[in-house]
Nanobody
Framework: QVRLVESGGGLVQAGGSLRLSCAAS????????MDWYRQARGNQRELVAR???????MYADSVKGRFTISRDSAKNTVSLQMNSLKPEDAAVYYC?????????WGQGTQVTVSS
């Protein structure tokens, strides 16, 4: 099993940057597909970025060119670097780990973007 703890959220002005981190417990972290999702108030949770165990990445169209997902298997962490933030990026951001039908979520971290 994996336990996930997100950090790095906060308040930032539009155009600014934030770096979210997700710390994972568990000895096979490197085998998990890791995702960042977000959920704005009144909206459904949406996939923002994904990184596979082999390092392949994918991004939602709305964040391409602005967000970068990365993982450090030695430190059991996955990060989301968010640049050029927009008010519409404001949401609770969640880290997710997936492996062979096993699905685990963190508690979320709030990102607020002021215009």
């Amino acid at each position: 099993q994996v336990r996930l703890v997100e950090s790095g959220g906060g308040l930032v002005q539009a155009g600014g940057s934030l770096r979210l981190s997700c710390a994972a417990s568990g000895s096979i972290f490197g085998s998990y597909r890791m995702d960042w999702y977000r959920q704005a108030r009144g909206n459904q949770r949406e996939l923002v970025a994904r990184i596979t165990s082999s390092g392949t990445t994918m991004y939602a169209d709305s964040v391409k060119g602005r967000f970068t997902i990365s993982r450090d298997s030695a430190k059991n962490t996955v990060s989301l670097q968010m640049n050029s933030l927009k008010p519409e990026d404001a949401a609770v951001y969640y880290c997710n780990a997936y492996l062979g039908g096993y699905d685990c979520w963190g508690q979320g971290t709030q990102v607020t973007v002021s215009s």
